[in-house]
């Protein structure tokens, strides 16, 4: 396949081919296009867009300045930062923040993890790639028992049919608000199930799987003998971005995935991975293999953090108030904007940056909303994306969409009115 063919250079001379694997990869895919328009509109600089959509951590201020400080720290002290900047880590990642981690998460959790139980990739979109990719392909399938889910998934996979997703069950919680429930009956772990795979919070709803669907899931993964991996990236200890209280969990058998990224530090990509020691050999033989070493700035940074009690302190303040405010200030100027002028309800805000909007029997389909949005200025993600993996489409592909709260509240306000307007419109 000639991957070139529209992109910009359509007319180069090339006649490559592609492997198998680079064919898998060289596609366009969601997530890249929506990528190259956002990062487009941002680039753009234009002061009347309203910027909606995207998976960004918002700035504060407060813990910008603990970022700050503590790079200060850094240069301060020349020898230490001479190390950082100088020499590779290990592939598994830096000792000194693996076993700081460690004690961090036991002194919290009591899980009895050792430095051997952990693993720095680099971000955790990476230990993603590779996980699923270590385990699924050729058959075997990675199941996704909460659709819809995290969008960069997507197209992670080796091979065809590689997600075997499960619809939840959409409860209504009261006037146009609704929960996706997760449905054990509907999940079947057949012989192809290679590992269990669920994002807690869930991007894009803000859904929080409950301590007992994750217990169910434990239990599935533990008895029919496949991992299951927990997508932390929004979750407890760091950053904390949970409005309700929920248990975080590891055990042997689950794959425990951490980033610093919503903190605020997306550039340093880190993800830390909490696993069983196997698990742990193979992803930092794929580190060395793949890239040598992770980037270390993060571990830097972050280690005398989780050290001293300032990350904890920045999680429970400053960043879990810091969006609980701005999702329940979006959650007013939804009901003021759209009240009963449209069609719609909205997933309960548990978690995450994000609300998830479903407009019931809109007339046009989400991928035109968006464009009808971007002509006014306002960017949204496109809810179909997040369906993928399904035996069937669920009603609601093409009604959702995906939006970030916690970006310039006054772009915000403008952008609600715009959204409003237009479906009112329709
Ligand atoms: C649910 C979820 N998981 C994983 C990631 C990947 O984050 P990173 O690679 O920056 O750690 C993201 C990023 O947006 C996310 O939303």
């Known amino acids: 396949m000639n991957v070139f063919a529209s992109s910009p250079h359509e007319n180069a001379p090339f006649s ?3 492997s198998e694997y680079g064919d898998t990869f060289a596609h366009p895919s969601g997530i890249l296009e929506l990528m190259r328009d956002l990062g487009e509109a941002l680039a753009s600089g234009d ?9 960004n951590p918002s700035p504060i201020p407060e813990a910008e300045a603990m970022f700050r400080a503590q790079w200060r720290a850094l240069t301060d002290t020349p020898a230490h930062l001479d190390a950082i900047l100088g020499k590779y880590d290990t592939a598994q990642g830096s000792p000194l923040f693996l076993s700081t ?23 955790s979109q990476t230990a993603f790639f590779h996980l699923f990719n270590l385990l699924a392909g050729q058959g075997k399938k990675i199941l996704l ?7 960069g998934y997507a197209d992670q996979g080796h091979g ?16 146009h608000r609704f929960k996706y429930r997760m449905d054990p009956d509907r999940i079947r772990m057949t012989p192809d199930v290679a590992a269990i795979a669920v994002s807690r919070p869930t991007n894009p709803t803000g859904n929080v799987l409950t301590d007992g669907e994750i217990q169910t899931l434990s239990d599935l993964a533990l008895q029919h ?13 760091f950053p904390g971005i949970l409005f309700r209280e929920v248990t975080p969990v590891w055990a042997p058998h689950i794959i425990l995935a951490m980033s610093l990224s919503k903190l605020g530090l997306p550039g340093t990509r880190t993800g830390i991975i909490v696993a069983d020691r196997p698990v742990i050999r193979m992803l930092t033989s794929i580190n060395a293999v793949a890239g040598l070493a992770n980037g270390n ?10 050290a001293d009690g300032r990350m904890d302190r920045l999680c429970a303040e400053i960043i879990r108030p810091f969006y609980e405010a ?6 007013r100027l939804w009901e003021d904007a759209l009240g009963e002028r449209v069609s719609w309800t909205r997933h309960e805000a548990e978690g995450s940056m994000f609300h998830w909007l479903r407009f019931p029997g809109m007339p046009i389909p989400d991928t035109e909303l968006y464009q009808r949005l971007k002509a006014r200025k306002v960017l949204v993600i496109p809810g179909h994306y997040f369906f993928y993996g399904l035996e069937t489409d669920p009603p609601e592909r093409h009604e959702c969409i995906r939006v970030h709260t916690a970006m310039d509240p006054a772009q915000f306000a403008r952008g609600v009115e715009i959204i409003a307007d237009t479906l009112a419109g329709l």
């Open 16 to 18: 490559w081919t592609w």
């Open 160 to 175: 065809a049919d590689f997600f075997q997703a499960v619809h939840g069950r959409m409860e209504e919680t009261g006037p």
């Open 47 to 55: 002061p009347d867009l309203c910027m909606l959509g995207g998976g």
């Open 145 to 151: 028992p909460l659709s819809p889910e995290y969008i």
């Open 225 to 237: 003998g496949v991992p299951l991996i927990i997508d932390n990236a929004y979750g407890a200890p």
């Open 326 to 331: 701005r999702s329940r200030r979006a959650g």
């Open 297 to 306: 700035i993060g571990q830097a940074l972050a280690g005398p953090m989780l």
């Open 101 to 123: 981690m460690a004690d961090y998460l036991n002194d919290r959790y009591k899980w009895g993890v050792t430095p051997e139980n952990l693993c720095v990739t680099n971000g």
